[in-house]
């Protein structure tokens, strides 16, 4: 139901200049493995993404991944001077389809799960609570939950 995988970030110190990053607008591309890039309001760099299907990944798997984000942001803003301060990974769980699992599960009664998966799990998070909330109160059924269901 769940894949586990490792994602990769880095940070820079704070930058100087955004040379060339119109309105230091947010970026995500859609490659495989994708990556996005966003600042912080302390003028830092954040870039991440790289994902790997592997729970526990070894040392030069790591490095490599925290390279390629260097070298990605480097392609991108070669006119932005940044030295990198952080280097982060974490595991997260990812649906096959993107979508979260919303509603009771069939094996547990009185239950009502809201599991927001990837990168969309806060936005999920607020339509989760939003069905779930028109269950319990209202009994309504939520004419589109068979899009999160756990049989789906």
Known sequence: MVTLNTSFTIAT????NFDGWYNR???RNDCTPYNYL???QDNRII???EDIALNNPPQIIIKDKYKKLEEKLHQMFPNIDFE???KFHGLFGDTKDGLPYIGQHPKFKN???ALGYGSNGILYSIIAGQIIRDMIAEG???KDIH???FTR
Request: aromatic share 20%; glycine share 8%.
């Open 140 to 142: 309504k059924v939520h």
């Open 38 to 40: 966003r600042t912080t």
């Open 13 to 16: 110190k704070p930058v100087k």
């Open 84 to 86: 990198i301060e952080f």
């Open 111 to 113: 239950f009502y799960f």
């Open 147 to 149: 899009l999160y269901s």
């Open 25 to 27: 607008c947010i970026i």
């Open 47 to 49: 870039i991440g993404g």
